[in-house]
């Protein structure tokens, strides 16, 4: 039996399905996760969606997005039987009392004893739960932390297109040469028409697959649009699917206070010529200076790479919160390797794509550690040039930097009290990925002279093109007048 087929015995034997999207949400889980929503509801069966993260404000147009929990109850009812051959049951009554509930039963006559008294647990909530765009499950937030044992309990359908997939579901259909994880739901779900009959792609699904591949290939700017990416673009126009609301609300809807968020960052990039490195930061202070959240900071990781055409490894700092700093990486060009560098931090991705987390160090502390980190994975490798002449960056440590432990501490033992974020799975080293890859470069290479062709084409139609803005544009510009690509640590 194929993946596909055994994906599709599963959800015709589920009836009440969990979909998981990756937290924080981008527009590809997202699209995915409304996808199957609306899809299940053809197939008049009960889904829930749940993301523990808040939903940016960019993803608040895409079909049924209201119907998103927030928060996950018990995964099943805990009941409390009462045998009543004794005595009648005459009221019931319960009270809370600080962490306790009592429940008072009155008996009409006689009495009942601790005999009758029974526990055991209800139907569980769900008999199936799919996880869409998640690497691991660690990926998956609070719902994964409060509930791990219900991802042992209940059968998971794993589909995703990250590299560094830890194939921690039952089933597992991660296709890494796929631009999105919409892009694997499409013949899936067309699968599922040709065997129930039934039409199930309408407009609001192909609008939710399509946001799905616009917000992982940056409107068809990244280096992960493929034909087939176009192809199956194309295909869910034809099907209804509505760009323009897509490009309107995710790229040309720009806050005031993105703007300047944006322009200070894009102020702040540092540079480490020898080590062809670039990277900038956004602390909890940048934030508050300029009114926004870490909401508002997808896409600037693309604006960086934009602004640094040589560089071989780009980074970007958040702070997320006290002792906790988020880093996107791209590398755009051959050799660095995103998935690489985020792996010696604990973290995963894509080979030009990636993020990873530290924590336990202050903001500067952890900035200088990844930096050299980094560093020495670029000394490390054969063909960094321009070598000789290297010297240290510099970086500005505040007069008060915020952190648990003295800088001597740090000299000492600098990893003493650093924790990296380590996925639950450790993600296995996919077999025949390399080679898929290979096959994959070489079938592109061949049908590289019909592929520039539709690409131009198709291009002119998806793509409007980046204006070249310098920052004071960008602070000066009325919103609308820019867009660019969405993104956060994983796409
Ligand atoms: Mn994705």
Redesign the pocket.
């Given at each position: 039996m194929t993946t596909e087929e055994q994906i599709i015995n599963l959800i015709e034997k589920s009836q009440r399905i969990l979909l998981l999207p990756s937290s924080p949400p981008?527009g590809?889980?997202l699209g995915s996760a409304l996808a199957f929503y609306l899809l299940f509801k053809k197939l008049g069966k009960d889904s829930t969606v749940i993301c523990a993260d808040p939903i940016p404000d960019t993803f608040k147009f895409l079909p049924t997005i209201d119907s998103i929990s927030r928060n996950f109850g018990g995964a099943e009812d805990f009941i409390v039987t009462l045998d009543c051959t004794s005595a009648e049951v005459d009221t019931i009554k319960y009270e809370v009392e600080q962490n306790k509930v009592n429940i008072i039963i009155t008996p009409k006559k006689g009495k009942f004893g601790d005999k009758d008294v029974s526990f055991h647990y209800g139907e569980a909530k769900y008999d199936l739960i799919i996880t869409v765009?998640t690497g691991d499950l660690q990926q998956l937030g609070k719902v994964y932390e409060q509930n791990p044992e219900m991802f042992y309990s209940i059968p998971v359908i794993n589909i995703d297109?990250h590299a560094s997939n830890g194939e921690f579901g039952r089933i597992n259909m991660v296709d890494i040469t796929a631009s999105?994880?919409t892009e694997i739901l499409i013949p899936l779900f067309e699968k599922l028409e040709a065997k129930t009959g039934l039409k199930l792609i309408d407009a609001d699904i192909a609008t939710l697959l399509l946001a799905?591949i616009i917000t992982?290939t940056g409107s068809f700017q990244h280096s992960n649009t493929t034909p087939r990416a176009f192809g199956v673009a194309a295909h869910l126009l034809d099907l209804g699917a509505r760009q323009q609301e897509i490009i309107k609300y995710i790229y040309r809807t720009k806050r005031l206070s993105t703007l300047k968020l944006w322009g200070k960052v894009l102020s702040k990039i540092k540079y480490d010529e020898p080590h062809h490195l670039v990277w900038s930061t956004i602390t909890a202070e940048d934030l508050a200076e300029t009114d926004s959240t870490h909401d508002e900071s997808g896409g600037i990781i693309d604006e960086l790479l934009s602004n640094a055409p040589g560089a071989q490894v780009v980074l970007l700092m958040k702070e997320k919160e006290k002792d906790l700093v988020s880093v996107s990486v791209r590398t755009p060009n051959k050799g660095a390797n995103a998935n690489d560098i985020a792996q010696m931090f604990g973290g995963g991705g894509h080979p030009k794509a990636a993020g990873f987390r530290v924590k336990g160090m202050g903001f500067y502390e952890a900035e200088n550690f990844i930096i050299s980190k980094i560093k020495e994975y670029q000394e490390g490798r054969a063909d960094v040039s321009g070598m000789a002449h290297m010297q240290p960056a510099e970086i500005k440590v505040p007069e008060e930097p915020k952190k648990i432990q003295t800088a001597a501490d740090l000299r000492s033992d600098p990893l003493a009290n650093v924790q990296f974020q380590k996925p639950e799975v450790v993600p296995a080293a996919r077999e025949g990925g390399e080679d898929l890859l290979l096959k994959d470069f070489r079938k592109r290479k061949e049908e590289e002279a019909a592929r520039e062709d539709r690409i131009e084409d198709m291009t002119k139609k998806f793509f409007k093109p980046k204006s070249e803005m310098t920052v004071e544009d960008i602070l000066k510009s009325a919103p609308g007048d820019f867009f660019t690509v969405d993104d956060d640590q994983n796409?």
């Open positions: 981008d590809d889980s765009d297109h999105s994880t799905g992982d796409k």
